[in-house]
């Protein structure tokens, strides 16, 4: 009797926990790829490297608040890079994902001194309850192992306030270091 009693105060616990945890108004949520996208030798030369989709962020919300997104700053925590060229996409969600200009919503700025890539889209973006967005790396044949070892984590500063305090509270990175290096 004891152990069931034990049982259901846990399994009671873990459902109010598991509940709460569910209802955070305000989440992101970044995940690690490590996808080739583009395997022509010739467009490979002509773009600087691989065509990389290194990993997606994605925002969600469970309030009717209006907030706009018009930056996102991730700092890079590996290696010294000199330049990194990068580009930011939106998820379609009728489509998979197509790096194509429909769906670009900038280029990045590489903050050398600081290793930031400065991702400011080109028009502010009102958050709905799912958005995702895609990182897609231009990758020189020199930078691969760097950047494979490697992981880039997201900055609050530049986030809405909601969001501001959802980063400050997790550690959010997409963890290059953590895949498996034989896919890709």
């Known amino acids: ?5 034990h049982t259901l105060l846990l399994l009671t616990v873990v459902v109010a926990f598991g509940t709460k945890a569910n209802q955070e108004p305000f989440k992101v ?4 790829k490590w996808q080739d996208l583009e395997n022509d030798p010739q467009k490979q030369a002509l773009f600087g490297g691989k065509w990389i989709l290194a990993g997606s ?4 919300k469970r309030s009717s608040e209006i907030i706009f997104l018009d930056e996102i700053q991730l700092t890079w925590q590996g290696d010294k890079i000199e330049k990194l060229i990068a580009s930011l996409y939106e998820k379609n969600n009728t489509t ?3 790096p194509i200009e429909k769906y670009l919503v900038c280029d990045s700025e590489w903050k050398k001194s600081t290793q930031q890539l400065l991702l400011r889209f080109n028009q ?3 958050l709905g309850a799912v958005n995702t967005f895609y ?11 760097k950047i494979k070892n490697g992981r880039f984590s997201i900055e609050r500063t530049g986030l809405p306030l909601p969001y ?5 509270n997790h550690n959010l990175s997409i963890a ?3 895949l498996d290096k034989t896919t890709t």
């Open 176 to 178: 290059l270091n953590n």
């Open 57 to 60: 962020i994605t925002f969600k």
């Open 124 to 126: 502010p973006l009102t």
């Open 29 to 32: 949520i970044m995940e690690a």
């Open 135 to 145: 990182l897609v790396l231009t990758v020189p044949k020199e930078l691969e192992n």
């Open 164 to 168: 501001r305090k959802y980063v400050q």
């Open 96 to 98: 998979s994902f197509l």
């Open 1 to 5: 009797m004891k152990t069931i009693r």
